[in-house]
């Protein structure tokens, strides 16, 4: 066997495992390098480079394929090889396009289509084509990403490349997805499925079933969608991708939702599967999917450790981002150092600013959200003082250096507040929660005030004597009475409040306890006849 033939059957071997086994891949695609380059052999050089590239691609080490491709297309531009240039310059977009970085992933990719144009090599041309929908669709341009899909589509379907039209199919359904024309999306969604049945493509099935059975949820059609995700599941079982499979029990986690049963099943699959694959986009995800319904529930312990769970996940997500954002620029400062391109150390420096920038003002909405997510998470938003999950923050806050303090904790009741709303209707009931949550705001100056839902409020102060306690329940009280919010039309009665009360030794981890302790003296003080407080000190 001649050399060239057997470097060329070395890469021909590299490609065809590129998925199957990228490492094995990788090791084939070197071997023929080092052939290469004892033979001083420079096309075949860049070809195996180009294949070592793809092969970290599909391994997700993406700075070291980068500065593979890079070495290859200096040396398919050496070597004036046309159909080298565009295959680096267009893995070279594929790269940069996940990591996120859109710009230059686009530039590389209309690059590489110029070049390809010139060139028979359609089965490429419709790749880059859909790689450029792609960023579109990233970048939530979804008309510009159509165009080039349709392009794209019309190339594949006319030459017959079936993969790359079921392909291209899929991702135009789940561009109308997301602009919401579900119906249309599905008849896309349907046309690559029936594509990747007929060619016994397991994955693509499963894939593509997962995305038609959302779009039925979308729709309602929550038979046809159950349907379709457990075909979808036996399929992607059965090749065992836990990428698809993830995305599938989430989807599947919605539908519960939807239909009203508990997601938690299929979500803590969905989280164990990530965990094990290292899948950390989707961790995050999972982790907040899960804060949320716990929270909905009212189970705010559970919730709130799902919460900082998927808040401490994330900061370490975006500090790997950045370290590897860090990685692909000395890949780029390295490359141009060598080959001492000024122009090209002008337009990175230029791309440093920018992405500076970029952070920085990622950095400042990545604040904003934050501080509007702790105040959804943590605050009522009608009355703008703590729900349960803040009381629960808050509590905890008071055991910093101990478990156990001296303290009293109060429930407080709107006395008959459900005849006020149907006197005055929910818009005047909203107004009269307002203006008594801030009349005990005036009146609690030092303690924890939260809504603990409905009409109630929940108090917790420090205060360490029944006197202490009981005075600041009647104040707390006649407050509120002073306020005369009228409770009745044509009568003179005005909205009051009857407050339970319970001093004693609180403990970190007994917050509902207490409070239940507090609930049994509020029972009393409506028994009494409303209006009134009752207040027990825990037996010494």
Not at 522 to 540: H, T, W
């Amino acid at each position: 066997m001649r050399i060239g033939t057997y470097i060329n059957s070395l890469i021909e071997q590299a490609m065809s495992k590129a998925f199957e086994d990228p490492q094995f891949s990788f090791e084939l695609a070197l071997e023929a390098q080092q052939v290469a380059i004892e033979l001083n052999l420079e096309v075949e050089r860049g070809k195996a480079l180009f294949q070592m590239a793809y092969a970290c691609r599909v391994m997700s080490k993406h700075s070291e394929g980068l500065n593979y491709a890079f070495k290859a297309l200096e040396i398919m531009k050496k070597e004036q090889h046309i159909q080298g240039i565009y295959r680096a310059k267009n893995i070279i977009g594929i790269i940069y396009f996940y990591y996120g970085d859109l710009t230059d992933a686009l530039e590389n990719f209309m690059s590489a289509l110029d070049l390809v144009s010139e060139t028979n090599d359609i089965n490429l041309k419709t790749s880059i084509l859909n790689n450029i929908g792609e960023v579109y669709r990233e970048a939530g341009e979804y008309e510009k990403a159509r165009v080039y899909y349709e392009q794209a589509l019309s190339l594949a379907l006319e030459l017959d490349l079936k993969f790359n039209a079921s392909a291209i199919y899929l991702n135009i359904g789940e561009v109308l997805y997301q602009e919401g024309k579900f119906e249309e999306s599905n008849v896309f969604l349907e046309k690559g499925y029936l594509i990747v049945l007929d060619e016994n493509r397991l994955l693509e099935q499963g894939e593509a079933e997962t995305k038609i059975g959302r779009a039925f949820v979308a729709q309602g059609k929550y038979i046809a969608a159950k349907e379709t995700f457990l075909s979808a599941l036996d399929k992607l079982k059965s090749v065992n991708n836990k990428y698809y499979m993830v995305d599938l029990l989430m989807e599947m986690a919605d539908l519960d939702v939807a239909v009203g049963l508990s997601p938690l099943r299929n979500l803590n699959e969905a989280l164990d599967l990530s965990i094990l694959s290292g899948i950390e986009k989707k961790i995050v995800k999972i982790y907040e999917n899960i804060s949320f319904y716990y929270e909905k529930k009212g189970d705010y312990k559970s919730a709130l450790e799902y919460y900082k769970n998927f808040h401490l996940k994330q900061s370490e997500l975006e500090a790997s981002n950045l370290s590897k954002r860090l990685e692909i620029l000395s890949v780029e400062f390295n490359y141009y150092k060598e080959k001492s391109e000024n122009l090209k150390f002008k337009k990175l420096s230029e791309k440093l600013e920018r992405d500076i920038d970029t952070y920085n003002k990622t950095l400042e909405n990545v604040k904003a959200q934050n501080q509007s997510l702790l105040k959804e998470s943590l605050y009522d938003e009608l009355t703008e003082v703590y729900n349960r999950r803040g009381l629960e923050v808050s509590y905890q806050d008071l055991f910093t250096t101990m478990d156990e303090i001296l303290g009293s904790v109060f429930i407080i009741d709107i006395d008959r507040f459900k005849n006020f709303n149907d006197t005055w209707g929910h818009v005047k009931g909203d107004e009269c929660l307002k203006k008594i949550t801030e009349s005990l705001n005036k009146n609690i100056s030092q303690g924890i005030l939260a809504r603990f839902g409905g009409e109630e409020f929940v108090v917790i102060t420090q205060l360490k004597t029944l006197s202490e306690a009981t005075n600041f329940a009647q104040q707390l009280r006649k407050s509120i009475e002073s306020e005369s919010i009228q409770a009745e039309k044509n009568a003179d009665k005005v909205v009051t409040i009857s407050i339970g009360g319970y001093l004693g030794k609180l403990t970190k981890d007994n917050l509902m306890k207490h409070i239940e302790e507090a609930d049994k003296e509020l029972y009393i003080a409506k028994e009494n006849g409303r209006n009134c407080i009752s207040v027990r000190e825990e037996a010494k």
